[in-house]
């Protein structure tokens, strides 16, 4: 089993920087695809972006695109999603999550743990 813990949220204005990390608890943390999503209110959640296993792909939704990347040191068991040029509708709850899959999957039936979630506000 794997337990998921996100920080690093917080209030910023907008076209700035913030950076969310992951903590994973269990040894098998490396084998993992590791993914974010992100909940708005009053809307559903959705995927962010997602890193493989090893670290050498990701996915991401066009939304992101050019602004967010994410990066794991499997040393420290932790999945980081540094988020530029934020925009005010970036503003969600923000979670971490785990699939035991080859690919960075963006379908979150496929993953099997997920973190209690960050809040990210960006204002105008």
């Known amino acids: 089993q794997v337990q998921l813990v996100e920080s690093g949220g917080g209030l910023v204005q907008a076209g700035g920087s913030l950076r969310l990390s992951c903590a994973a608890s269990g040894r098998t943390f490396s084998s993992y695809t590791m993914g974010w999503f992100r909940q708005a209110p009053g809307k559903e959640r959705e995927f962010v972006i997602a890193?493989?296993?090893?670290?050498?792909?990701?996915h991401h939704s066009e939304s992101v695109k050019g602004r967010f990347t994410i990066s794991r040191d499997n040393a420290k068991n932790t999945v980081y999603l540094q988020m530029n040029s934020l925009k005010p509708e970036d503003t969600a709850v923000y979670f971490c999550?785990?699939?035991?899959?080859?690919?960075?999957?963006?379908?979150?039936?496929?993953?099997?743990?997920w973190g209690q979630g960050t809040q990210v506000t960006v204002s105008s």
């Open positions: 890193i493989s296993w090893s670290g050498g792909n990701t």
């Open positions: 999550a785990a699939a035991i899959s080859y690919y960075p999957s963006s379908h979150q039936y496929e993953y099997n743990y």
